[in-house]
């Protein structure tokens, strides 16, 4: 039976730990760190993401803001936001939600952030960064999965690592990091995706298997070795009758992997809550490198 790797719980340290922070700077009557989200249309999952980073950011002090743009904004005018808060000295960092509505060139838009407030980590500079293991800021979610890993001491040195998903937020950094010189890293890691033929193969041989798929119950017990450790990244809305009308399902099928797998993360409670803390980290950490 697997131990949980409680996301919820680790979050809440982190969150805790960022706040105590906060406190200090305030106490020194420094500004607090200042996070700015833009959200483009009214997408359900961004607005909720987004109103929960706001709400981390009054949990731990930071002050925030929250830009919403109609789905209709042109890339012009969302470049003109972006500039503006590059060049204000009362932002640290700030994040543009996407997926973007498909008139906006969500590359160029990343593009155009200052790499230095890219809290999301996802500017191409940052990107490089990550993988030459120079310091900048870890992708949320990927560094959120590593903090948690860090945190329950999971051994990831020579152990081979089956990350399903190429995505430019969860997969393709999760790869790269994994296989880092840095602790939890050292792992030899397999990069699977859409065009990879019977998945199954990797992942009967895989000690760790990180799913970013958002594919619910994708993975099946059958399709694990015994003992492994389990991330799941997936969060699919699945309609059902409760009053919300939808519960979030993770690609793991955790009742029949739970019984095989030494370590497993639950949806929810696993690795969103952890995505939410690593913002926070980051935003404090554009905070104390910034000149201001
Ligand atoms: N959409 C889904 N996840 C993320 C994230 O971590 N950051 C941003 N900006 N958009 C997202």
Redesign the pocket.
Known sequence: MAQILDGLKVSKEIKEEIRIDVDKIVQHNRRPPHLVAILVGKNGA?MT?VNNKIKDCKEVGFKSSLIDFPSTVSEAELLEKIDELNKSKEVDGF?????LPKQIDQEKIIMAIDPRKDV?G?HPENFGKMALEMDTFL???PFGILTLLERYHIDTKGKHCVVIGRSR?VGKPMSILMGRKDFPGNSTVTLTHSYTPHIEEFTKKADIIITALGDPNFLKADMIKEGAIIIDVGITRVEDQSEKGYKLVGDVDFESCKEKASWITPVPGGVGPM?RAM?MKNTILAYKTSVY
């Open positions: 961004s993401y994040i543009v939600q996407l997926p999301d996802f992708p949320a979610t937020i995505t913002l």
